[in-house]
């Protein structure tokens, strides 16, 4: 059974439950805590969310390339597009004193992003984006 999945799909919120089902199908036979099925669910929608509705400043189709690797000790999952550039380990945490609403608008998935995973890095190659994050076992 192959350890790493590659999905390559179009910046378009409709293809997002795809990704997401095809990710649960490369997981399930893997019979993975079922917390760390749920991070990575929840780790790639709120970042495939966020470039599809954020990250292009035209309506034209964009190419976004997702891979997971799995390993005995954690799952590596990797995130590339050609978006504008985002760093988002630049992003400082939402304001406690704001609504859950405004939190939300000013990046709270991302914090949530920030809690669920081990460790995160951000480098931008030519014009892409290029986010990678581990989740330890």
Do not use: C
């Amino acid at each position: 059974m192959a350890n790493t999945l590659a999905i390559s799909f179009a910046n378009d919120l409709r293809e997002l439950t795809h990704v997401l089902q095809l990710v649960n199908v490369f997981l399930e036979p893997r019979e993975l805590q079922s917390k760390l099925v749920y991070a990575v669910n929840l780790i790639l929608e709120e970042i495939l969310m966020n470039i599809i509705r954020h990250g292009y400043d035209d309506e034209d189709s964009h190419e976004i390339e997702v891979q997971i690797e799995l390993e005995e000790e954690e799952v590596a999952l990797t995130v590339i597009d050609d978006g504008r550039e985002f760093n988002p380990l630049t992003i400082p945490g939402p304001d406690p004193s704001k609504s859950a609403m405004d939190r939300l608008e000013e990046g709270l998935g991302l914090q949530f992003v920030r809690h669920m995973r081990n460790a995160m890095e951000y480098r931008r190659e030519g014009d892409k984006n290029m986010l990678r994050i581990w989740i330890f076992v």
